[in-house]
């Protein structure tokens, strides 16, 4: 196979992997929602991790597929991506859902891309060309309308938890592409959803003392199961294989059709109702998913994915 067929089957297998993990993470926002309702955060977090944890480490067996890592500082720049692409992540959205609703949280968490661009623009030097700028505009001025209900309100610390996931997840995703870590997606992604298990276990021991799972309905116990597995797990195992087969900027862009799945599953699940300003909103965030996904290829060495 050519370099440049060989480009495009990548490029595309990675966009791929961008629709099935929009919908692995917008629905495991309503899950979270309804495992709260039984279980505290960190004892969420805490069973959320392991479950993901147990997951990648399973597939990675079943596959035989390697977990090392090459490289004297992959060990430190993984515990520092997984401090900030899955522990703060997770501990932060699970604290917003308590003060806020999921819609709004889900929605807030994804102001990511913005970030993100900005990473990648200082750190990265990843041009905004403009298809990513006509996507960073929509994505601004949807987040702009459906964020602007909320100033004023009791949940601004909300607000706050949720962009803070937003920023956390930002740096992680641009740290992550930054340090080039030499090794298989399963094993950077199982390492740091370690990580994230460490710093959980010991947060809930400061915070609550042991685990708090019983007693616990059955919808709380699926959604439990299903935030760990394929929420997290699998979800995140996706997730870093994108990052490393495309720019920043173009994977955070690119799931921000999960808010949408995330809303409208809310609706179905939770019995949200989104108002007027939320679905303008998220018609805006749904046309700047489009320019990301229907993009032609760029091809310059931003896009060439890492090898193997």
Known sequence: MSPSASHASADATARLLLVTVSLAWGLSWPAMKIALEDIPPFSMRTGTSALATLTLFALALLQRRSLRIGGAAAPLHLVIAGCLNVASLTLFSAFAQLVTTTSRVT?????????????????????????RGISLLLCAVGLAVLVYPLIGSNDLVGLALAVASAVSWAAGTVYLKWARIEADPIAIAAWQVVVALVVTIAGLVVVEGTPHLSPIHAPALCALV??????????????FDIVRRLPATTASLGILSVPVVGVVASMLLLGERPTVPDIIGFALILAAAACVLLAPNAHTSETAPIEQ
Request: net charge positive; aromatic share 16%; charged share 10%.
């Open 107 to 131: 929605v807030l968490t994804y102001t990511m891309p913005i970030w993100a661009a900005l990473f990648a623009h200082v750190i990265l030097g990843e041009r905004l060309n403009r298809p």
């Open 226 to 239: 299903f935030s760990g597995v394929v929420g997290s797990g699998l979800a995140y195992l996706m997730w």
